[in-house]
Structure formats: C-alpha cells, structure tokens
C-alpha cells in the first residue's frame, strides 16, 4: 500500500510549466522552419536537436547555458553518426555494437560533465532513432539541422537572463570535486552491459524495433542504487504501457505536416510538465513522441507499432534492473531499499 500511494501521489506543478515552454518552444520552431522549407525528411534531426532544452532545465542560467552547450555539441555528434548508419544501411547487428560504445563513451562524458539527465539516455535515443529511420538527405543538411535546432535551445535557454539580471545576481560558480572515475567507470559498464544485452535480445527475438530495446534499459540506470532503479523501472514500463493506448488512438487520424508538429509540441510539453514529478507520466506523453515522430517521413501498421514499443520497453527494463540488482554488493541493495525511493530526478 506504501508503494501504491507514492506511485499515485503527484506532487504539485509549480516551477515546472516555465522549462516545459522552453522545450516546447524549442520543438515548434525548428519544425515550423522546416515545413516552410518543404524539408520534413530533416524533422527528426530538429526534433533531437531541440531535446538539448531538457537539459540543466533548474539551473542559473549560465550553468545551465554551459551545460546545454556541452550536451547540444553530444547531440550533434549521436545525431550525424546515426544518419551516417541509415545511409550505410548498417544491419540491426551493427547498430547494437555502435550503440553500445555509444552508451559507454557518452554514459563518461555525461557523468564528468555533470550535465542532468544524467546518463546517455537521451543520446542513445537520438542515435538509435536516426539509425534505424529511412534518412534520404545529406550529412552537411543533417549536421546544419541539428546545429540549428540545437542553437534555438541555447537561446531559449539564456533568453530568461535577460529578465532575471534585474533581481537576482550572478552566482559565482561553485568549486568543482575532482571526478570519481571509479563509479563514472562503474556507470558506464552498466550502460554497456544493458544496452548491449537488451539490443541482442531483441535483435534475436525479431521484433523489428530493437533500439526502443536499448532505450528502455539506459531509463532505470539513472537512478542511484537498486531500489531506485526497481521502481524507476516500474514507472517506464507502466507509463510505457499507457502512452502505448494513447499512441494507438493518436495515430489513426491522418495528420498534417502542421498538424502533427503542433501536436508533438503539445505531447513533449506535458511530458517536460511531469518528467520529474511523476515519470510514469511523463511517459504517458513522451511515448507517443517516440512513435509519431516518423510520421513526417513514413507510415507504419499502428498496431505492430504499438506493441512492439510495449514488448521492448519490458525487455529494456528488465534486463536492466537484472544489470543493476547483479552489479550492485548486497549490502547497499539492501540498505537502500530501507531508504525513501525517489525516482523524479533526471
């Protein structure tokens, strides 16, 4: 019943509806730009471009400037390296092993950064995507894209300076610790050992969409013991499952190119409302997004979709958990599972 009731209890909104705009905003734009352009084959390189926004989202604006910075030139980076695997028609086999150097390399670089979210989930999201959709373009336009998409965040994201300099001051920066590189090291042989399994696993089982495999299994390793990573799970998977219905319903209109921009905008915005409130709802929203933002370049059968997103994001979780519970000693498990469980950070 102690589980139930944190799992349905929703804390307020407060503080969160400003960052959620930015996001959104961040989205819109670029996408507009490109549907005035008649260049909806580049919309998934601007849709990853513009989740630079999501990151140091509660920081001063200079911290939070710097840290985009850093996590926009890692998107740019995961962005043209899958592009480049979609024009190579690399095999699903090929994918997995790219991802999961990925994973680890940016899983490092992430955690000495300390860029928030934590981890490599939104990398290997953006590489996995890209790899496995038909991209017909140019290096040079996708790289343009991204740069340009990711340029926008940056500007939303200091855009509130302009306002905020004339009631608060500018903080200086706060004397760095010197970089763990045992538990950065740690991390990141997590994020290999989970991405590398739940991609094989799916790849084998034939379920046609194995990257939502690998995306799946970096969700609970943000979190920072086994308990975390447990409910975390929970959360992905249930919410998972729900934004699955709600994909279902939303892909049976025909949208227009506008029409499923404005739409993708309004669903990333009310995940970024949630996301670190209640991740089982964020996801609700966020699923979707995952699921419709093909529909500028190419139409799949909504129900084979639907349930592989469903089928893999359990595997991905799972195998995680399995990763986490096998690599963590048992005497902090069980520690922290004495612990409050909080699974809103990013």
């Known amino acids: 019943m102690h589980h139930l009731r944190e799992f349905l209890a929703v804390p307020a909104g407060r503080g969160h509806r400003t960052p ?66 979609s024009m190579a028609g690399r095999s699903d086999w090929e994918i997995v092993a790219a991802a999961t150097l990925i994973a680890g390399c940016i899983s490092v670089a992430a955690d000495y950064l300390r860029v928030r979210p934590a981890g490599p989930f939104t990398y290997i999201f953006a590489f996995t995507a890209t790899s ?52 950065i090291l740690q991390h990141s042989g997590r994020y290999i050992a989970a991405v590398a399994a739940a991609g094989s696993l799916a790849v084998a089982l034939g379920t046609g969409h194995s990257y939502w495999a690998m995306l799946a299994a970096c969700a609970p390793l943000a979190a920072a013991d086994a308990a975390n990573a447990r409910v975390r799970a929970g959360h992905f998977i249930l919410g998972t499952y729900a934004g699955v219905l709600l994909s279902a319903l939303l892909l049976q209109p025909d949208w227009t190119p ?64 399995a990763v986490v519970l096998l690599t963590t000693p048992k005497n902090r498990s069980e520690a922290a599972g004495t612990q409050p469980v909080n699974v809103l950070r990013r």
């Open 20 to 85: 959620a705009v930015r996001v959104a905003a961040g989205l819109l734009i670029p996408l507009i730009v490109l549907l005035l352009l008649d260049r909806p084959d580049l919309t998934m390189c601007a849709i990853f471009g513009s989740l630079t926004g999501v990151f140091g989202r509660s920081e001063p604006h200079w911290r939070r400037l710097r840290h985009q910075a850093q996590s926009g030139a890692l998107m740019c980076l995961t962005v043209v390296l899958g592009d480049a695997m």
């Open 258 to 321: 506008v029409q499923l921009a404005v739409l993708l905008t309004l669903l990333q915005f009310a995940g970024e409302v949630y996301v670190i409130r209640h991740y089982a709802l964020a996801m609700v929203f966020l699923t979707p997004v995952a699921l419709l933002m093909t529909g500028f370049i190419s139409e799949q059968p909504v129900w084979e979709l639907t349930l592989d997103r469903a089928l893999e994001a359990t595997i991905g979780a799972v195998v995680a958990v």
């Open 132 to 183: 496995a959709a038909p991209f017909t373009g140019s290096l040079a336009e996708a790289s343009l894209t991204v740069a340009g998409s990711v340029l926008t965040a940056l500007v939303l994201g200091i855009a509130g300076r302009v306002h905020a300099r004339r009631h608060t001051p500018v903080l200086p920066r706060p004397p760095s610790q010197p970089a763990d590189w045992g538990r």
